[in-house]
């Protein structure tokens, strides 16, 4: 497929299927070490005459992870239902506008009424919030959009650059979603009250200044590879 007669959908479907393929390697890589370490773990509890204590954790495990799974499902129906509510009633829309002038500060070559500006905003908003699963689905429709805006401006000026090269603008939002300043961590609170911490939301202030200085370092990162692209 050739820059001059694939279109920008199917620019952005090769560079997705690209990342799928590789992350299916990941994920079978992940299959083997966890395998390996499973049946490690069940060799060395029955040459040490510890299997029983092998099976006993292997079942009180399984029920962890059944009523973990459980808490969170509640938790992410919580918070996915107000995300909804903050869409149809227009808050997300609002926090849209008020905060373009820093999306156009970390992405200055996107035009302003682009659709990628929309799903980066609210990829923002819901880690914000610390509603990773709440931003996946915008990150991707994010990416698609900035890939077929890399695609529209690659097809207008001739270039060596190969074309499944992320643009600079992909690379500067993959990395603002790797840093992820958080206000309120959903999942790590959750995850503290489903095993019984005393004070689930005590992670809340080392969270926002943990995330705050990577976010803030990712942003200069991003602006000072930007501008050495740019030199």
């Given at each position: 497929m050739?820059?001059?007669?694939?279109?920008?959908?199917?620019y952005?479907?090769?560079?997705?299927?690209?990342?799928?393929?590789?992350?299916?390697?990941?994920g079978?890589?992940?299959?083997?070490?966890?395998?390996?370490?499973?049946?490690?773990?069940?060799?060395?509890?029955?040459?040490?005459?510890?299997?029983?204590?092998?099976?006993?954790?292997?079942?009180?495990?399984?029920?962890?992870?059944?009523?973990?799974?459980?808490t969170?499902?509640?938790?992410?129906?919580?918070?996915?239902?107000?995300?909804?509510?903050?869409?149809?009633?227009?808050?997300?829309?609002?926090?849209?506008?008020?905060?373009?002038?820093?999306?156009?500060?970390?992405?200055?070559?996107?035009?302003?009424?682009?659709?990628?500006?929309?799903?980066?905003?609210?990829?923002?908003?819901?880690?914000?919030?610390?509603?990773?699963?709440?931003?996946?689905?915008?990150?991707?429709?994010?990416?698609?959009?900035?890939?077929?805006?890399?695609?529209?401006?690659?097809?207008?000026?001739?270039?060596?650059?190969?074309?499944?090269?992320?643009?600079?603008?992909?690379?500067?939002?993959?990395?603002?979603?790797?840093?992820?300043?958080?206000?309120?961590?959903?999942?790590?609170?959750?995850?503290?009250?489903?095993?019984?911490?005393?004070?689930?939301?005590?992670?809340?202030?080392?969270?926002?200044?943990?995330?705050?200085?990577?976010?803030?370092?990712?942003?200069?990162?991003?602006?000072?590879m930007?501008?050495?692209?740019?030199?």
């Open positions: 050739t820059g001059k007669t694939s279109g920008p959908r199917e952005t479907v090769s560079m997705t299927g690209r990342h799928l393929q590789r992350a299916e390697r990941m079978s890589c992940m299959n083997y070490i966890w395998g390996i370490m499973i049946v490690v773990g069940v060799v060395y509890g029955t040459i040490t005459g510890n299997i029983d204590a092998v099976s006993d954790a292997v079942l009180s495990s399984a029920q962890e992870a059944v009523t973990l799974c459980i969170m499902l509640g938790v992410m129906g919580l918070w996915m239902g107000l995300m909804e509510i903050a869409g149809d009633s227009g808050l997300i829309e609002t926090i849209s506008r008020k905060i373009q002038p820093l999306i156009h500060f970390l992405f200055p070559g996107i035009p302003k009424d682009h659709p990628a500006n929309k799903h980066i905003t609210m990829n923002c908003v819901a880690n914000f919030l610390g509603l990773g699963w709440a931003a996946t689905p915008a990150g991707l429709k994010a990416m698609e959009s900035l890939a077929e805006l890399e695609k529209e401006r690659r097809s207008g000026a001739k270039t060596s650059m190969n074309l499944n090269t992320a643009s600079n603008e992909m690379c500067t939002f993959l990395i603002l979603n790797i840093s992820s300043l958080q206000l309120i961590p959903v999942n790590v609170i959750a995850y503290r009250s489903q095993y019984g911490s005393v004070s689930p939301t005590a992670i809340v202030v080392p969270g926002i200044i943990a995330t705050a200085v990577s976010t803030a370092v990712a942003v200069v990162f991003c602006k000072v930007d501008r050495k692209r740019r030199a």
